[in-house]
Antibody, heavy 120, light 106 residues
Framework: QITLKESGPTLVKPTQTLTLTCTFSGFSLSTTGVGVGWIRQPPGKALEWLALIYWNDDKRYSPSVKRRLTITKDTSKNQVVLTMTSMDPVDTATYYC????????????WGQGTLVTVSA | DIQMTQSPSTLSASVGDRVTITCRAS??????LAWYQQKPGKAPKLLIYKASSLENGVPSRFSGSGSGTEFTLTISSLQPDDSGTYYCQQYITYWTFGQGTKVEIK
């Protein structure tokens, strides 16, 4: 059974750096084709892909926020960490951790999401 | 960037109706297109991948078609549990979602 769970602060101040951790089970990020990523959804709005890291440590970032993002993995701990700098109130959103267990399937498993509010 | 546009933004239909949602890409994505269903307060759920492949466990009343720039998601006989918001997503170049289609049951 594949599960993913996001953890991190629920409230950050403007200009601060957000660090989110995705802890997963039921698959290995060492398996060829697997990618773990982050997607966010502002309240009442659509989904926005942010970043993804592959089994081979290849990384992809959304061009719109690339300068602010870093994604890393710790295969031994089954964790993926996303950091986002210079947080702004417009970054208030539910942040989801997702996995694509093959390169052909899109994101076939999602975490429950964690709401991050950016406010002074 | 590849832009994804869904239509309609909202639709209201009765139980048993055939429902179609359209997704258009700003450039060809071949068949690298997925559909998701999202219920309020929940994470999205994968329904269809590679434009027409049904994810395991998804009811067969859901189907996807299309290639290139135009795609459709069809629900052959709308059920009460099908209410929610549906998103298309391309994954040929990075990952981009449409703006969503909210499906309501009359």
């Amino acid at each position: 059974q594949i599960t993913l769970k996001e953890s991190g602060p629920t409230l950050v101040k403007p200009t601060q750096t957000l660090t989110l951790t995705c802890t997963f089970s039921g698959f290995s990020l060492s398996t060829t084709g697997v990618g773990v990523g982050w997607i966010r959804q502002p309240p009442g709005k659509a989904l926005e892909w942010l970043a993804l890291i592959y089994w081979n440590d290849d990384k992809r970032y959304s061009p719109s926020v690339k300068r602010r993002l870093t994604i890393t993995k710790d295969t031994s701990k089954n964790q993926v960490v996303l950091t986002m700098t210079s947080m702004d109130p417009v970054d208030t959103a539910t942040y989801y951790c997702v996995v694509g267990t093959t390169v052909t399937t899109g994101f076939d498993y999602w975490g429950q999401g964690t709401l991050v509010t950016v406010s002074a | 960037d590849i832009q994804m546009t869904q239509s309609p933004s909202t639709l209201s239909a009765s139980v048993g109706d055939r429902v179609t949602i359209t997704c258009r890409a700003s450039q060809s994505v071949n068949s690298w297109l997925a559909w998701y269903q999202q219920k309020p307060g929940k994470a999205p759920k994968l329904l269809i991948y590679k434009a027409s492949s049904l994810e395991n466990g998804v009811p067969s009343r859901f189907s996807g078609s299309g290639s290139g720039t135009e795609f459709t998601l069809t629900i052959s006989s709308l059920q009460p549990d099908d209410s929610g918001t549906y998103y298309c997503q391309q994954y040929i170049t990075y990952w981009t979602f449409g703006q969503g289609t909210k499906v309501e049951i009359k």
